[in-house]
């Protein structure tokens, strides 16, 4: 069974940092492109980074480039969302997606598998 598991959410105060990490079971993700999205109350699921299957390409909502980190370790079937700078907008639940095909993709129909979300909560 494929799963992808979030951890590392949790409440942060404003300018604070966070790291999410994504675990990947029942298969090796190492030749698919991987990607975070996230969802705050009442709105549509956006999307926040992507990286290539070789961790050489990567891309960024414009609402956090400068700010996060997207990165992965195809050895231990991990990747990962380094969240510096964290404002209060921040605030949502935040998922892993492993996507079709190993390039990177910022649409929300290029991933086919998806976690269960962490929450991630930054307070002003």
């Known amino acids: 069974q494929v799963q992808l598991v979030e951890s590392g959410g949790g409440l942060v105060q404003a300018g604070g940092s966070l790291r999410l990490s994504c675990a990947a079971s029942?298969?090796?993700?190492?030749?698919?492109?991987m990607g975070w999205f996230r969802q705050a109350p009442g709105k549509e699921r956006e999307f926040v980074a992507t990286?290539?299957?070789?961790?050489?390409?990567?891309y960024y909502a414009h609402s956090v480039k400068g700010r996060f980190t997207i990165s992965r370790d195809n050895a231990k079937n991990m990747m990962y969302l380094q969240m510096n700078s964290l404002k209060p907008e921040d605030t949502a639940i935040y998922y892993c997606?492993?996507?079709?095909?190993?390039?990177?993709?910022?649409?929300?129909?290029?991933?086919?598998?998806w976690g269960q979300g962490t929450q991630v909560t930054v307070s002003s």
């Open positions: 997606a492993a996507a079709q095909g190993n390039q990177a993709v910022t649409r929300r129909s290029g991933y086919e598998y």
């Open positions: 029942g298969r090796t993700f190492s030749s698919n492109a």
């Open positions: 990286i290539s299957w070789s961790g050489h390409t990567t």
